[in-house]
């Protein structure tokens, strides 16, 4: 069994000394009720859920697995599940940050992203269950009608129900212009509110079925009748699993139900179901053909979720390794015996085995500041009562998601393949509990978009379509950061790095576009290329901050040192890699020849 500890010494560090969390927070409207102490709490309450009751079940729920049963279409959870859930609603975890009126704690989004990473860890298959929930509450708080948001939401905050986004189809994934679930108009209710008819399936509905909550709310992409062709047509409709009693508790069985759980690579514990809708009733949310406007607030909310679980199958995938490290004895250091009172020294002899475990550590508090800084930013937009504020929020987060979640979902591949080589063939071997992470990680760049999917939307819509104004805010953050800091000797051969790499960025990015106008299939051949170069001078700047505030901060001198060399590391032997990615963004489409 693998083990886990919440990192919760650099969570804080890197919330209120890298990103002064505290001081944005409180600026804000309804801040002064968001203390460090407040804030210091509820990461610690986190940290004691996860370590005790999640954390335990992650290797024997993946043994388990989810069992369906045919004939009654229904799905168990692993063993701890339920009483795991029953404890986090009960801790009002549910609606941490959701709005109060609707039973909520509207705590910050970013302390909800930071408990997010903290649960994840514990139990990535696990915590699918309540984030998909949360994914859902946003949407019906921005799009939903306020029945709506009383009759579904409030249940799902107060953790009796769940919810699920059921958007993918046998022949549609990522282009849902080719869906083709039908939405037909029906008797209204008791309280005449307009009834639809759902018909059709659904596939790779994490949560779609389960044992752990009374109800659960479907958001589903369907077409009315009138529904123009290709994505402008698309609607949402909320699908409860039972229909409500006229109190608004679960009544008679509606007809939609799990036809069938996937056999997965990994999360197994997470019941990712095939879903067939016949005739189902539900309630359009939004406007009719105005379907993609509600999805994507879940599906921005999802990606960056999605880029936290690539950091804590890295934390949790790095702390074993180091650990494992530390422990097992074999061969001698290079330069001599540096146990010589024992039969072999340790793994950390060795220089390779540093690489790795810096490789780890370097991505994983780089992402941990990029999560946390996109998770913050959200905040602002969304709290701020300064327009111009709210603006340049939002635009920087826009920018920042496709980063955020392609970029630290790749580098956990990298973190975790990393830990299980340092481990040898015992890795390989499943009682230990790596293999895991590595099968847990590879879902994670492919749901939510494909890394080329996130590498498209960075290119091809938060720099070309928008004219790169939230890389625009970013490149003039950092450069202001260079300028502030070119002075600071304990950075200096941080900052000079950076700033060069940050005009180079730019200069990419302009002679990029111009090749896009000129040829609209460089866009396609640079884009993955572009998404990786961006993600390494993102995690340049917030290591060359860390370390800065590392330097003002008042951490023990060993958590400084560790800081100030693994920034080292990063500038010396990761940022590089920027070199081979503009290389092969300037080597064009033409090396990408036709395929017959």
């Keep these: 069994m693998t083990a886990y500890k919440a990192p919760l010494d650099d969570l804080r560090f890197t919330l209120f000394d890298v990103l002064g969390a505290e001081q944005t927070l409180l600026s804000l409207p ?58 986090f609603a009960e801790g009002g975890w549910t609606g941490l940050t959701n709005p109060e009126i609707y039973g909520g704690q509207a705590l910050p989004g970013v302390l909800g992203t930071a408990t997010t990473e903290i649960f994840q860890s514990g139990n990535l298959a696990w915590s699918l269950y309540p984030l998909l929930s949360e994914g859902a509450t946003h949407a019906m708080a921005m799009h939903g009608e306020e029945w709506q948001r009383e009759r579904f939401m409030k249940p799902i905050v107060a953790g009796r129900w769940t919810g699920t986004m059921c958007l993918t189809e046998p022949q549609a994934g990522s282009d849902l212009g080719l869906l083709k679930t039908r939405a037909e108009p029906a008797a209204a209710d008791a309280d005449g ?94 406007k009719p053909h105005k379907g993609l406007p509600a999805m994507f607030t879940m599906m921005n909310a999802a990606r960056l979720s999605v880029g936290v679980q690539g950091l804590a199958l890295a934390e949790r995938a790095l702390q074993n390794s180091l650990n494992y490290a530390r422990e097992r004895l074999q061969s001698r250091s290079l330069s001599g015996p540096k146990f010589p009172d024992k039969p072999a020294d340790n793994l950390l002899v060795q220089p390779d085995v540093r690489r790795m475990l810096l490789t780890q550590r370097a991505f994983v508090e780089g992402s941990r500041a990029l999560v946390l800084y996109t998770a913050l930013q959200t905040d602002i937009e969304h709290r701020s009562t300064d327009e111009a504020v709210r603006q340049k929020a939002g635009e920087l987060v826009a920018f920042l998601i496709p980063i955020a979640k392609g970029m ?101 990015t302009v002679s990029l576009a111009q090749r896009v106008a000129a040829n609209p299939e460089e866009l396609g051949a640079a884009a993955t290329d572009y998404l990786y170069y961006s993600g390494y001078v993102t995690l340049a700047y917030l290591w060359a901050r860390s370390v800065a505030a590392a330097e003002a901060g008042n951490q023990s001198a060993a958590f400084k040192q560790a800081k100030r060399d693994t920034a080292a590391f990063y500038f010396a032997r990761i940022l590089p890699r920027t070199l081979m990615h503009k290389a092969a963004i300037e080597a064009g489409v033409d090396t990408l020849p036709a395929i017959d």
């Design 30 to 87: 309804g801040g002064d009720a968001h203390s460090r102490d407040l804030l210091d709490a509820v990461l610690e309450e986190a940290g004691r859920l996860s370590e005790q009751l999640l954390a335990p079940t992650n290797g024997p729920a993946d043994a388990e697995g989810c069992h369906f049963d045919k004939a009654t279409q229904t799905v168990t959870t692993p063993k701890g599940f339920k009483e795991a859930f029953k404890a």
């Design 193 to 286: 509110h307009a009834v639809y008819k759902i018909s059709g399936t659904k596939i790779f509905i994490s949560a779609g079925e389960h044992d752990l909550s009374e109800n659960i709310v479907h958001l589903v992409l369907a077409r009315l009748p009138d529904a123009p062709e290709g994505s402008r047509g698309i609607s949402m409709f909320i699908v409860p699993k039972f229909k409500l009693n006229a109190d608004g508790t679960p009544g008679e069985r509606n007809t939609v139900a799990a036809g069938a759980i996937e056999h997965k690579m990994g999360i197994h514990a997470c019941s990712t179901c095939v879903m067939n809708f016949d005739g189902a009733e539900g309630y359009l949310i939004g």
């Design 408 to 508: 630290t979902t790749e580098l956990a591949q990298e973190c975790t393949k990393e830990a299980l080589q340092i481990y040898g063939g015992h890795g390989y071997i499943a009682e230990n509990g790596m293999e895991q992470f590595v099968r847990d990680a590879r879902i994670i760049t492919l749901y939510e978009g494909t890394t080329g999917i996130q590498a498209a939307d960075l290119l091809g819509r938060k720099i070309l379509q928008l004219q790169g104004v939230g890389a625009k805010h970013f490149l003039q953050e950092i450069s202001a950061f260079c300028q502030q800091q070119s002075t600071n000797a304990a950075l200096r051969h941080l900052i000079g790095p950076l700033a060069v790499v940050t005009k180079e960025w730019s200069d990419l």
